[in-house]
């Protein structure tokens, strides 16, 4: 045997709790919900999530705004951002209608650490802008 027994216990230990957390199913057609939400944090505004889940029509549209949107003044871009964000929160199944796999907890952690992040975010932009008026009399 090339690995001792204790070293194939942690392989076997270490699978079992990837699979736990990404919770396969036996549905070959299944999109994974951790996937899907790390797609539409990290690259939502051109869509991947959407071409992922199998919406083409929503990943192209989104594709297409983000793309012109600098002739808009980027006003394009922040509707694609809204809109990635609520998808993020309230899609659970792919364009087939196959629920999403995964841990569900795993799924409502990344999404309310998204809310959070987004928050502290948006409260930091406040201060700094606040930090930089000054009144002068």
């Known amino acids: 045997h090339l690995l001792s027994r ?12 990837f699979n ?3 919770r396969h199913e036996n549905n070959p057609k299944a999109k994974n919900g951790i996937i899907y939400i790390l797609l539409a944090w990290f690259v ?3 869509g991947l999530h959407n071409f992922y889940a ?17 002739l808009f003044m980027f006003i394009p871009l922040l509707f694609v951002a809204i ?16 629920p999403f796999t995964g841990n569900r907890r795993v799924i409502l952690l990344l999404r ?3 809310v959070v992040m987004l928050g ?3 409260s930091y932009s406040n201060i700094v802008v ?3 008026m000054t009144i002068d009399v």
């Open 54 to 70: 199998g919406y083409y029509w929503r990943g192209t549209v989104q594709l297409f705004l983000t793309l012109v949107s600098w």
């Open 112 to 114: 309310v650490l998204a």
């Open 130 to 132: 606040y930090d930089t």
């Open 6 to 17: 204790r070293q194939r216990q942690m392989c076997i230990r270490d699978s079992n709790l």
């Open 20 to 22: 736990r957390i990404m």
């Open 83 to 98: 809109w990635v964000l609520l998808e993020l929160l309230f899609i659970n199944k792919s364009a087939e209608g196959i």
């Open 120 to 122: 502290v975010a948006f």
């Open 44 to 46: 939502g505004t051109i």
